[in-house]
């Protein structure tokens, strides 16, 4: 059978554990959330530009982690909240929280550009699917049957299932770096270096 909604991952976890008791949904979001803090890969990317009327903006609920930020043009660059050493015409920032600050010679407000890490969707009735069910399907139903398998208190089989949970996480993250790397070729030195 083929995993391709929600109700498709549910019945294949059914039939592993052959337990028609089992809190399945639960299994599923436990897994879910035992599996974000894992998974990046380009598929997770997301751009959005946020209105900053002072120096701080609050992150997007799925943000994860991010992976640029400009703010009014200029790419920002990490400084330390307790002592930010900036040239003049650069603009920095440090996390604060569920936000990021900025400081440098910036004029608010400004719109702030924030490349980042989306956490993938959760699935249920009314969202049956996402990208990660699609592409890597492996990646849900082991992470779950993993939660299953606690459950039903057999921990053999759910240190086989982590162990194919963890093959199936590096051929996501082999995915994400096949992709990073595809594309133009690098050219060091430009036009007539050699």
Known sequence: MALQTYDDLKETISDYIL?????????????????????????????????AASGRVVFPADFLEARSIRIGGVVAKPVSAYNAVLYPGEVGYFFDGNAVAFVGTTTFPVGVELAYYARVPSLSASNPTNWLLTKFPAVYLHSSLARAYRWLKNADAEVLEKQTLSEAIGLLGEDHRRAMRSGNAIIIGGKGSW
């Open 19 to 51: 337990r028609s008791d089992a809190p399945v949904a639960s299994f599923i979001a436990l897994a879910e959330a035992d599996i974000q803090p894992m998974l990046k890969h380009y598929m997770m990317e997301k751009t959005v530009v946020l209105p």
